[in-house]
């Protein structure tokens, strides 16, 4: 480990030298961090180690492939697999550096809750599903067929909506991060308005807490929303159920803290039932599903 840690240092510091001299990392015990953006090679979950071949660091390293230490949740590390694609914040404590804030195809995080919030909600916690990791279907592969229940109580099936284009995506109802679960749904709303102008299209909203958000508890989430049921359904079922649809599509969750850590991710299947585009994260806008869905209503 020690012979590891020289040789990171070292990497560390030629990457450094080719950085401005005024950019370079403050003297010991004060730490500077820097956005990462890579994919990942390999993945050591005993050493708590990742390899990334990441891009240019602004203002400090030039891109490169390296082991980095990982000081996260160990549920991070345990989904990461090569070939994913991340951002981090890489710490930089003189010597010492580490990965932490690990995300992977939009990740969001856990807001800090008290003990006591977290205890009384991991009691009230029952079966614990999570989805399958890279078992996404690819763009132009059919999307498994799935059966869930919308807000109404009905069953709603992907198939039932072969000869239109669907939006799915992905949230619970709980969700206290602004930028995530209620963007989300802000993003939808405004996609709503935009399909009914255009007379296209169907959008399916799959819950990640099915224990929590019942059809009820949709319900009235999607009144708040706004949704038309006849066009925009928020769908939730058994834990298994759930977890088997959120694979298909690539989205990984699980509950940490009375929370749910889950990723973004929203996709536009086509008439026939095939992936047509996804995009993981926070950065896409309605238009950018509006075109999708005209798109793949000419296919």
Same mark, same amino acid.
């Given at each position: 480990?020690?012979?590891?840690?020289?040789?990171?240092?070292?990497?560390?510091?030629?990457?450094?030298?080719?950085?401005?001299?005024?950019?370079?990392?403050?003297?010991?015990?004060?730490?500077?961090?820097?956005?990462?953006?890579?994919?990942?090679?390999?993945?050591?979950?005993?050493?708590?180690?990742?390899?990334?071949?990441?891009?240019?660091?602004?203002?400090?390293?030039?891109?490169?492939?390296?082991?980095?230490?990982?000081?996260?949740?160990?549920?991070?590390?345990?989904?990461?697999?090569?070939?994913?694609?991340?951002?981090?914040?890489?710490?930089?404590?003189?010597?010492?550096?580490? @990965?932490?804030?690990?995300?992977?195809?939009?990740?969001?995080? $856990? *807001?800090? /809750?008290? &003990?006591?919030? +977290?205890?009384? !909600?991991?009691?009230?916690?029952?079966?614990?599903?999570?989805?399958?990791?890279?078992?996404?279907?690819?763009?132009?592969?059919?999307?498994?067929?799935?059966?869930?229940?919308?807000?109404?109580?009905?069953?709603?099936?992907?198939?039932?909506?072969?000869?239109?284009?669907?939006?799915?995506?992905?949230?619970?109802?709980?969700?206290?991060?602004?930028?995530?679960?209620?963007?989300?749904?802000?993003?939808?709303?405004?996609?709503?308005?935009?399909?009914?102008?255009?007379?296209?299209?169907? @959008?399916?909203?799959?819950?990640?807490?099915?224990?929590?958000? $019942? *059809?009820? /508890?949709? &319900?009235?989430? +999607?009144?708040? !929303?706004?949704?038309?049921?006849?066009?925009?359904?928020?769908?939730?079922?058994?834990?298994?159920?759930?977890?088997?649809?959120?694979?298909?599509?690539?989205?990984?969750?699980?509950?940490?803290?009375?929370?749910?850590?889950?990723?973004?991710?929203?996709?536009?299947?086509?008439?026939?039932?095939?992936?047509?585009?996804?995009?993981?994260?926070?950065?896409?806008?309605?238009?950018?599903?509006?075109?999708?869905?005209?798109?793949?209503?000419?296919?």
């Amino acid at each position: 480990m020690k012979l590891a840690g020289a040789w990171l240092a070292l990497l560390l510091s030629i990457g450094a030298a080719a950085c401005r001299q005024s950019d370079r990392p403050a003297a010991r015990g004060s730490a500077q961090r820097f956005a990462l953006k890579g994919v990942v090679k390999e993945v050591d979950t005993a050493r708590s180690m990742v390899t990334v071949e990441h891009e240019t660091i602004p203002g400090y390293m030039q891109g490169m492939t390296m082991p980095f230490p990982a000081r996260d949740d160990p549920k991070v590390l345990q989904v990461l697999r090569p070939g994913d694609r991340i951002e981090a914040a890489l710490v930089v404590d003189g010597e010492n550096f580490w @990965l932490e804030k690990i995300l992977t195809k939009g990740f969001v995080g $856990t *807001p800090a /809750v008290t &003990a006591a919030a +977290a205890q009384a !909600a991991d009691t009230k916690s029952g079966r614990v599903v999570t989805p399958e990791p890279n078992r996404g279907v690819q763009v132009g592969d059919a999307v498994p067929d799935f059966a869930l229940k919308d807000q109404t109580g009905s069953t709603v099936r992907l198939s039932d909506l072969r000869g239109e284009p669907v939006a799915v995506t992905f949230l619970y109802t709980r969700c206290p991060i602004a930028t995530a679960c209620p963007m989300t749904t802000a993003k939808f709303s405004k996609l709503d308005a935009m399909l009914a102008d255009a007379k296209l299209g169907q @959008l399916l909203t799959v819950t990640v807490d099915p224990e929590h958000d $019942t *059809p009820e /508890v949709l &319900a009235d989430y +999607a009144k708040k !929303a706004g949704a038309n049921p006849k066009r925009w359904k928020f769908l939730t079922g058994s834990p298994e159920a759930v977890a088997r649809v959120a694979s298909d599509f690539g989205v990984i969750y699980y509950p940490e803290h009375g929370q749910i850590v889950h990723s973004l991710a929203v996709a536009v299947v086509d008439p026939k039932g095939r992936l047509a585009t996804i995009y993981f994260g926070e950065n896409w806008q309605p238009e950018h599903l509006l075109r999708d869905i005209r798109n793949a209503g000419k296919t």
